[in-house]
């Protein structure tokens, strides 16, 4: 109650009066213009009780109680004075006219009356003209001036006042009375039909009703009928205008009676003011900057000297969020440089950028008490701080827009959060009788980066900065913005040491200021990582010491930095599960009241039969007075902080499941829960009660146990977020709350457990010994919710969940199942049934998922005390109801285990029959790798993964699901090829390219049909799917098509562009030609006929964006009864393209790389350590090593700096053992484990061994392994426990052989390079560089398996060198844009001397300028683009036409139906290729490559001569010899083809036949040039505005062959290109 009351002094201020009544209530009373209007009554039972409403006799004759009452809600428990207040003000203020004159009255809103003096009668009522700014009497007038800066006397006047009088008396009785001041409507008409006038000069401040006065430009509002706008057009009543500005000076005000505008009270006219220029006013200092944007105040100074009244409505602090981001800052300079280069006027009016900050709200602090009340308040909402704005949180500030074309700002893209944070500190701040003016109702959340001030628009003749100015900047991202520190700072220009403003005080959001209890688990959580080997126990005791040392008020640096290390080790070790027993499981509960969120959460309780174990944590907690619920909507706050910690209480004491208990509509109140869980490594699951419709809104209002009306929980449904994380779990609805649905046991866990395919690890793997209940397929959450729907629960046991397999499981069952758990199959639900006992509908079960039960079934319902087996009683003796139009259920084949007991079984040694209700923990394990891991080896005796003595086929793909041998083609996988995995122009948008840069119109008649559609200069544009592409391609047991529409006409062309982007399928199929048959059609026909080819299929995945095509393959999946599965994949769809979304905070050119997927997903990094660790084990068996095996292996290259490539491995030996003998040994060892890609390179440098291994959640990865020796026998035998670093091991083997030396080269050289790029640039960031430059470098013919081409390892060396000599000057937050660019400025200006000592005698000196000419040529491209985009790199690496003008193609391919032997060759030849590309230069011929090879195929270009043919056969006469033997072994095939290039036509110009007759005169041109001015080197030659890339490429590569140098200039999108000579 104070604090409303205090609100309402705060807002009305002198209208409202607030005294005790007699019943010790309060009682409240509003005046209008003097007049008391409204009394409310409070009594101590407020706001459980409603106020006493109370008006005087006639005015409630005209209507205003029953007016205040029908118009304004009353909910009980909430506050309500403000809504009554308000009302009644409104009514009062529109009939003004009706009310009497002022009366007296002993309830002055001014306080106590004056009853000394005559007066004392007149002296209770307000005067209601100085309320509205219009008395004229001043201090001469009888009635009271609230807030007058003098105190009258008993005549009403001050001694001075009556001095003036008298000595005015005479002169004013001569003069007479003055004229009466002209009005603001006056005013508003001169200036809008006065030419002389311009509107954009003037400024209007009027009264807001809650904030106070405001500034806004004249031309701002609407001066037509205020009835008739609209509600987003701004217009005001004329009686609200306080004044108006010309330019900065005031020139007309009803407060003091001024009129510089007509002159009506003495003063100038506004002629004279336009005349004369900006003349300073005589009764009016000069002020401040007129605000525009009223949440800006605060970087014009403000000068405490000026009159108050005009400046007493304008804050004089502002609550913010400091912009510390390195990106940020530098994004606004670009900005701001681009600005002041079109306006350099503006540059006082730039914010410095180390002011960037976000305003919240602004305050008006005047007096220190305010100060002090400030300072107090932003301690108190500190908690608030952390719960709202948790620091995992990041503001994105993306793109840039402007108020009123007078501030430029860039964009906060709107949080929920921090609106919600906003209104909490308005209504905070109010709530402590501060005054919050110049904040709008709508708050826009923006960074401030330059404003116009009047001085500024006067010296720019403009009153608007141009958007031209920004406009390349509109929609840049500019970064990401770390909340951590909310500041309360001081109006006024920044200050600050740091360039910041004058802060009166400041809060953090760190973890520290969480009560003691998270402390602890800090500690907890940091040594159990240290148990399991993530980090070392010195940096344990660092790291706690730290978190000890940290003060809750303290800086919190330290502590924060504790946090991010944690965060990163944990990422580092991708989310270690929870490896200890006490680790509970976190379950987050959203839904609206009566849902059935706490009854879930009390039945979970109650099944685990321990209640001791679990924690409910609600914020209705909070509101529990013993068994009486009180809730008070002003506490939410201090409700959900109480939550909180609960929260921590429960993690802190070992609770095994601990539950969050509150509505959560919106995703912000559930973040920091979830950030907690992430950061100490706890299990976490969302579920979610829908509630998709109004009838079930209905009944949860029928039933929520707190009374929630149906209004509120509507507006609850309105602003729900959706949680794409969440779990579904269907309400109980249709019965009323005493007889609700009882879950199943244990439901609660199953659907947290079947929604994430994971289990309660720590309970598992606590277990002594386990039983397997069932064997089954478990539903997913949709076909439950399916499920329901289609046939309503009739019983109130719900089941629901799943088919049962196999009962008591025996071992051979289990067996031979366990391939099958996590495999999804689809149930074809065939008929339904149901009894006074038990409901359930009868499925069938795909082919080859066998079941002991004879009827398979899922049981919905059943009756109290009927168990779910009644279903099969039933079944065996009755035909379930056939359904008219069968329907499709999706599942998991898992298995339901628990902990086993000594009653399971008897004394013969027999299992007994296992119970459904046998009161232990069951877990349903739907998860392959968790099945064998941790239920296998205890359910079937398997090895474990530490003592297994054997390495036999089973145990490898047990313990790594790694598929080393041939599997039979059990998976197919389909990929639609036009938008899906490449999008290109529709016919019409083709059509008018072709036309565009070639010069003549589309030869044909179709589009889809013929090549030209998909070849230069038509250009493709990649989709989402190709990541799915590129992560299914090779697959253990897989084949992967591309299965297209187009026509056979078109394979050619889109092989062309599948190989352009380095994805070969194994097949491409098409429609064709001229076939009439549709493609939904063909595609159904080709899916029946690959089924009939590969019989041994279970699993289709179909890829495709038609909805004709994904509609025939539903129907065709539906109606197909065999064991096979078919996954149907719409990549239109938003869940889809959500699902590995490119992130706005990327560079351009990272998501240039991540539109390609050229970046390792996180499936091919997990299974590529899975490959390591598989191969270091088996190499520890071979040479006996008992340790760890991660002490013998060093793995090195590029796939640890982020890129999607082979992975080289280096592994000791002892001194025993020769790296060459070895690695037979280890090729024979892993040929008997079953692995069959194992080929055996004899270099005589560095002989290596090549193991390529199959996995079954990614593609097919190749390892390098090499061997080096330690010749210490007593080094090697007592290696440390912790690996030796890389260092300590070379100086091992400095006196070793030097196979091992050079072994060994790699990992010392990858320590180099990570040495060097620690703490300066992420290694993601330096991958993606290195892997932009491999992609550019290929896509020009200089990178490839050929002598003279440059190799990754040189490109990461010149990489790290460049880093090394920048270190200091590079920033921490350089993107990957600008470290490329920077790169390619360095390494073209490097000496060949440099370049020779990099790549040594790898590339011969004559090659390297054409390597520097490709990254100046890019160099180039990046120059000339403002800002970098995904087309800038698309253009950069736009393969040339290979082969080039006047070479011929050669192309060695290979063949077989062995696909062992063929790949075993195809590592030969890529070994051997270099030797002979070298003999071929020494030959005189000049070697092309194709900068990519597909499987089985090597090609490159030669120089066409007369000898080309002979040189090349006798070159390769020893390399066909050596392969001979090999080939008459294995049965492959291999061809050398050459065939002819391009340079075989008639014209000389390159595709002379297909180039238009502009281009045709192009290319004489520079024919012509070239032959003219061979001996002039100051020559040159201009092409003006070439716009194709396809036709500036044939102009460079024409020059090259007839020796010219070319120079690209850019205009926009229009290059010239300058030719010169040599």
Same mark, same amino acid.
């Given at each position: ?76 428990? /909430? ?44 002296? !209770? #009522? ?235 709200? %602004? ?15 932003? !301690? ?28 430029? &700002? ?59 100015? &920004? ?21 006024? *220009? ?147 902080? $109480? ?40 299990? $976490? ?16 209002? #029928? ?15 309105? +602003? ?17 709350? =005493? ?71 025996? *071992? ?9 758990? !996590? ?83 008897? /004394? ?328 069959? &890609? ?6 005589? +440098? ?38 030796? /670093? ?38 993601? *960031? ?24 440059? +190799? ?14 920048? +270190? ?64 800038? &790199?698309?253009? %950069? ?58 499987? !089985? ?40 083809? %050459? ?8 014209? *000389? ?29 100051? =020559? ?43």
């Amino acid at each position: 109650m104070d604090e409303e009351c205090e609100a309402l002094s705060s807002i009305f201020m002198d209208e409202i009066s607030i005294g005790s009544s007699g019943s010790g209530g309060r009682e409240i009373s509003l005046f209008h213009e003097g007049n008391r209007v409204l009394t409310l009554t409070l009594t101590d039972d407020y706001p459980s009780k409603a106020p006493t409403l109370s008006v005087p006799e006639h005015l409630e004759k005209l209507g205003l109680k029953e007016h205040v009452l029908s118009n304004t809600p009353l909910e009980l428990g /909430s506050p309500m004075l403000f809504d009554l207040v308000s009302t009644a003000k409104e009514w009062a203020s529109s009939r003004s006219l009706c009310l009497p004159p002022p009366q007296p009255s002993s309830a002055s809103p001014s306080g106590p009356s004056d009853t000394t003096g005559a007066k004392a009668k007149n002296t !209770g #009522s307000v005067c209601s003209f100085y309320l509205q700014g219009k008395c004229r009497f001043g201090g001469k007038c009888k009635k009271l001036h609230p807030g007058g800066s003098t105190q009258a006397t008993a005549s009403g006047q001050t001694p001075q006042q009556k001095q003036q009088e008298e000595q005015k008396s005479s002169s004013d009785s001569a003069e007479g009375k003055k004229a009466p001041m002209r009005q603001a409507i006056d005013v508003i008409s001169r200036i809008l039909w006065d030419p002389d006038l311009p509107s954009e000069d003037f400024t209007i401040g009027y009264l807001d009703r809650f904030v106070g006065v405001m500034e806004k430009p004249f031309s701002a509002f609407s001066w037509e009928d205020i009835s008739t706008v609209g509600a987003n057009v701004l217009a005001i009543p004329k009686h609200r205008i306080q004044y108006f500005k010309y330019k900065e000076e005031i020139v007309w005000d009803k407060r003091c009676q001024l009129d510089n505008f007509f002159g009506s009270r003495g003063g100038k006219v506004i002629q004279e003011l336009v005349a004369a220029g900006a003349v300073k006013s005589q009764q009016q200092p000069n002020a401040s900057e007129p605000q525009d944007v009223v949440t800006e105040l605060h970087f014009d100074e403000i000068d405490a000297q000026h009159d108050s009244h005009k400046y007493s409505d304008r804050p004089t602090h502002f609550v913010c969020l400091h912009i510390t981001d390195e990106n940020v800052k530098r994004n606004v300079r670009k900005i701001q440089d681009h600005l002041l280069s079109h306006t350099p006027q503006l540059s006082e009016g730039c914010l410095p950028v180390n002011a960037l900050h976000v305003t919240l709200c %602004m305050v008006q602090l005047k007096k220190e008490e305010d100060i002090e009340k400030a300072k107090a308040l932003m !301690g108190r909402i500190r908690k608030q701080f952390i719960l709202i704005l948790p620091c995992c949180l990041q503001l994105t500030i993306s793109g840039v827009d402007n108020f009123h074309e007078r501030l430029v &700002y860039a964009r906060v893209v709107p949080d929920p959060a921090l609106e919600r944070f906003v209104s909490f500190i308005l209504e905070q701040f109010q709530l402590a009788g501060l005054k919050v003016p110049g904040n709008h109702e709508q708050y826009t959340p923006h960074v401030t980066i330059a404003k116009l001030s009047r001085s500024m628009a006067r010296e720019l003749h403009s009153s608007a900065i141009s958007s031209a100015s &920004y406009l390349p900047f509109k929609e840049m991202f500019l970064g990401m913005q770390r909340i951590d520190m909310l500041h309360l700072c001081f109006v006024g *220009k920044p200050k600050e040491v740091d360039g910041f403003y004058e802060t009166v005080a400041s809060i953090s959001n760190s973890l520290s200021g969480l009560p003691p209890v998270f402390r602890t688990l800090l500690k907890k959580r940091m040594s159990l990582l240290a148990e399991q080997g993530v980090i070392t126990e010195h940096r344990v005791c660092h790291l706690v010491k730290a978190v000890e040392n940290t003060h809750p008020e303290a800086p919190t640096q330290e502590f924060d930095s504790v946090i991010a290390e944690l965060l990163s080790e944990e990422n580092m070790t991708c989310k270690l599960p929870s490896a200890s027993a006490n680790q509970p499981t976190v379950v987050i509960l959203r839904g609206l009241p009566g849902s059935g969120k706490s009854f879930l959460a009390h039945c979970c309780t109650e099944a685990l039969q321990n209640p001791a174990a679990v924690s409910i944590c609600s914020a209705d907690s909070y509101f529990m007075e013993g068994e009486r619920y009180k809730f008070n909507p002003s506490s939410l706050p201090q409700a959900h902080s $109480y939550c909180l910690e609960l929260f921590l209480d429960a993690l802190g004491s070992g609770k095994e499941l601990i539950v969050i208990d509150n509505t959560n509509s919106k995703l912000w109140e559930y973040r920091l829960y979830i950030y907690l869980c992430e950061l100490l490594g706890h299990t $976490y699951h969302i579920l979610e009660t829908p509630c998709p419709n109004e009838l079930l809104s209905a009944k949860f209002c #029928s039933r929520n146990v707190h009374n929630v009306d149906q209004l509120a929980i509507s507006r609850m449904c309105q +602003r729900w977020e959706v949680d794409e994380r969440a779990v579904f779990v269907p309400p109980a609805v249709g019965f009323p709350r =005493a007889n609700l649905l009882q879950p199943p046991q244990f439901s609660l866990l199953s659907l947290c457990l079947s929604a994430n395919n994971s289990l309660d690890i720590a309970n598992l793997d606590s277990f002594e010994t386990i039983k397997a209940v069932y064997v089954g397929v478990f539903l997913t959450t949709e076909s439950q919710w399916k499920l329901l729907s289609e046939f309503g629960p009739t019983h109130p046991m719900l089941h629901s969940s799943h088919v049962t397999l196999h009962h008591e499981s025996s *071992k051979s069952e289990l067996l031979a199942l366990q391939n099958k758990v !996590g495999k999804k199959v689809q149930l074809k639900v065939t008929g339904s049934f149901f009894t006074d006992k038990v409901q359930g509908v009868a499925v069938q079960l795909p082919r080859g998922v066998l079941s002991q039960n004879k009827n398979p079934h899922v049981t919905i319902s059943t009756n109290e005390g009927v168990p779910p087996s009644h279903s099969n009683t039933f079944l065996s003796s009755q035909l379930p109801m056939s359904l008219r139009e069968p329907f499709v259920l999706v599942g998991t084949i898992g298995v339901m285990v628990r902990e086993g007991c000594q009653r399971d079984t008897d /004394s013969s040694g027999e299992q007994t029959v296992i119970d459904d209700e046998v009161p232990q923990l069951k877990v349903c394990v739907t998860s392959r790798s968790l099945f064998k891991k941790f239920v296998a080896p205890k359910l079937l005796d398997l090895p474990t993964a530490t003592d297994a003595s054997t390495s036999d086929q089973t145990s490898c793909e047990n313990r790594w699901q790694i598929f080393p041998s041939l599997q039979k083609t059990t998976e197919l996988y389909l990929f639609d090829f036009d938008c899906t995995l490449f999008d290109s122009p529709n016919p019409v948008a083709g059509k008018a390219l072709y036309e565009k840069y070639s010069g003549q119109p589309w030869p044909h008649r179709g589009w889809l049909k013929h090549p030209e559609s998909l070849l230069p200069p038509i250009k493709t544009t990649p989709c989402p799917a190709i990541k799915d592409f590129r992560d299914h391609l090779h697959r253990a047991g897989s084949l992967t098509f591309v299965l297209t529409g187009r026509q056979q006409s078109t394979k050619k062309a889109v092989r062309e562009v599948l190989e352009n982007a380095h994805m070969y399928p194994q097949r491409i199929i098409c429609k064709p030609n001229d076939s009439d048959e549709k493609t939904s059609v063909f595609k159904c026909r080709v899916f029946k006929q690959l089924l009939n080819e590969f019989p041994d299929v279970t699993l289709v995945k179909f890829w495709d964006d038609n909805a004709s095509n994904l509609a025939s393959m539903r129907s065709l999946s539906k109606s197909f009864h065999q064991n096979v599965e078919v996954e149907i994949i719409d990549v239109t769809a938003t869940t889809y393209n959500k699902k590995d979304p490119v992130l706005p905070s990327l560079s351009a050119l990272e998501k240039y790389l991540q539109s390609y997927a050229y970046l390792p997903s996180g499936d091919y990094q997990e299974s590529a350590r899975a490959g390591i660790h598989f191969l270091r084990e088996e190499h520890c068996k071979v040479i006996g090593f008992t340790g760890e095996s991660s002490l013998l292996c060093y793995t090195f290259g590029s796939f640890l700096c982020g890129r999607r490539s082979d992975v080289d491995i280096c592994l000791l030996l002892p001194p025993s053992l020769a790296p060459r003998d070895h690695m037979e040994a280890f090729a024979r060892h892993l040929e008997s484990c079953g692995v069959q &890609y194992v080929h055996v390179g004899h270099s005589s +440098r560095c002989p290596r061994l090549k193991v390529m291994l199959s996995f079954s959640t990614t593609s097919s990865i190749n390892f390098d392994i090499v061997f080096a020796t330690i010749k210490d026998d007593d080094l090697f035998t007592s290696l440390p426990d912790k690996r030796p /670093s890389v260092t300590e091991v070379a100086s091992w083997l400095k006196h070793g052989d030097a196979v091992s030396k050079t072994a060994f080269s790699g990992p010392l050289f990858q320590n180099k390079v990570e040495e060097i790029v620690k703490g300066v640039i992420p290694m993601s *960031k330096f991958g993606a560089v290195v892997e932009m430059v491999v992609r550019l470098l290929s896509a020009h013919r200089q990178k490839g398996n050929a002598y003279h081409c440059i +190799r990754t390892f040189h490109i990461v060396s010149l990489l790290a060198g460049f880093i090394k000599d920048h +270190r200091s000057e590079l920033p921490k937050d350089l993107t990957c844009d600008d470290l490329f660019k920077q790169f390619l400025e360095c390494v073209t200006l490097l000496p060949a001397e440099k370049w020779q000592s990099v790549v040594k005698d790898f590339v011969p000196a004559e090659f390297i300028p054409k390597v520097i000419d490709v990254l100046s040529r890019a160099l180039r491209d990046l120059a000339a683009e403002d800002c970098c985009s995904i087309a800038t &790199y698309e253009e %950069m690496v736009d393969r040339f036409p290979f082969p080039p003008q006047g070479y011929n193609t050669v192309e060695l391919s290979l063949g077989g139906t062995d696909a062992v032997s063929l790949w075993k060759l195809s590592s030969t030849v890529e070994a051997r290729l270099p030797t002979f590309t070298r003999q071929l230069l020494r030959a005189g011929l000049d070697v092309i490559p194709n900068g990519s090879s597909k499987d !089985g195929n090597f090609i490159f270009a030669v120089n066409d001569s007369k000898s080309t043919s002979q040189t090349l056969q006798s070159t390769l006469r020893p390399f066909w010899n050596e392969i001979e033997e090999f080939r008459k072994q294995s049965g492959v095939t291999v061809e050398l083809k %050459m065939g002819p290039g391009r340079g075989q036509s008639d014209d *000389k110009s390159p595709e002379m036949g297909t180039l238009s007759s502009a281009m045709k005169a192009v290319m004489r041109q520079i024919e012509e040039f070239a032959s003219s001015s061979s001996s002039d080197s100051k =020559a040159e030659l201009t092409l003006k505005s070439l716009q194709s890339k396809h036709e500036r490429m044939l102009v460079y590569e024409t020059a090259e062959r007839l020796g010219l140098k070319h120079n690209t200039i850019s205009f926009g999108k229009k290059k010239d290109i300058k030719l010169t000579i040599k």
